[in-house]
């Protein structure tokens, strides 16, 4: 894209406030259209274009997909993804669920105080305890009050009734095809990704992308053979 193209692309608040939470989870916005669908809706949902992302010099691509690009050394360089901030000022208000302690305050922040800087917004969020977050989350919904950036875990009854009973935006024509463009970003995501976390054939928010193996004694079959090696072996030497 051109600068002209991303300066005139930039969205305005409302709008970066109605889509933009989807970059970190699903967009809240109480008593929208509902979120059900039915087995044609899943046949016209037009997934968003992906762009494979920039990989900075040293990245180790694998053939395999859903494999997350390797570095064997500290990266060198970096490069922006986008010209501009995404925000335009004002403030953005989050639901999330927190794994572990509490962040220190803003004021005390300096992570904090650094990412309000590099979005262009005042980042207001609302932490749930992972234990708690379930019931949280229920009050929340019940309230009408539902912040602009929502963390939903659609395994969970109460987030999947959410969706269904419509408390969230359907993003589905927001991001269709050449659309997700004006966020380079989420154009990264892979095209598989987008299509198994549609609910009803609709698409509610930006995907948590998990790489396809985490904990399981494996080995990279790729990294082995660029390492010279064709086979494990069958000892530790």
Known sequence: ??????????PARRTFLGFGAAALAVTGLAACAGGGGSSADKKDLELPTNVAPTVPEGGIVSDVEGMPTIFTSPLQEYFRSVEEPPGSGG????????WGSPPSPREQNEFWQALEEKLNVGFSPTLAAYNGYND???????SGEVQDLTYVQDTEPVGARAIQDGAFADLSKVLAGDNILRWPNLANVPSSTWEASAKNGRIFGAPNENPYLTNYPVIRGDLMRLAGHDSM???TD
């Open 136 to 142: 949280k989350f229920s009050t929340t919904i019940a």
């Open 1 to 10: 894209m051109n600068e002209h193209t991303m300066h005139s692309s930039r």
């Open 233 to 235: 072996g069958s000892t």
């Open 91 to 98: 403030e953005v208000t989050t639901f999330q669920v927190l």
